[in-house]
């Protein structure tokens, strides 16, 4: 059962799309053995919420021998736009500014984030001139 539209991880499903990034594809066991230290967890339960991503359309499965190997079915960087414009129109009704004044307060970029946004800034600004 797939379900239509995007659906947004949960934090949890975010923390195996992660591991699945990061190696491509993955045995239910080798995910268990990726994430058990960083969360308290069983490998039947990561085996269900495998089950539960391929019904969300997160992730697909192949089969070697008994083994389901799992892979994700968008990259991190689709997935990550995705979830920011979420929550961009839904907290700040599509507000970049206000976003970005909100991550400021939450935590104070380092000093090499400055550069790299300054320049993301000027990159943005010569895009919209280019297009006039």
């Not at 990061?22 to 308290?40: H, S």
């Not at 997935?79 to 961009?88: E, N, R, S, Y």
Request: glycine letters at 4%.
């Amino acid at each position: 059962m797939h379900l239509s539209g995007n659906p947004t991880p949960t934090q949890r499903e975010l923390d195996i799309l992660k591991i699945l990034w990061a190696e491509g594809e993955c045995t239910v066991r080798q995910v268990y053995e990726a994430i058990r230290d960083d969360a308290p967890i069983v490998q039947n339960t990561v085996q269900a919420m495998l089950r539960t991503m391929e019904d969300k359309g997160l992730v697909k499965h192949r089969t070697v021998g008994r083994a389901f190997v799992y892979r994700p079915t968008s990259k991190k960087d689709r997935t990550i736009k995705q979830m920011v414009g979420k929550l961009l129109d839904s907290a700040f009704d599509g507000s970049v500014d206000q976003l970005v004044q909100s991550l400021f307060a939450l935590r104070a970029p380092s000093s090499d984030e400055l550069d790299r946004l300054q320049a993301l800034i000027r990159s943005q600004k010569h895009k919209k001139r280019s297009q006039k």
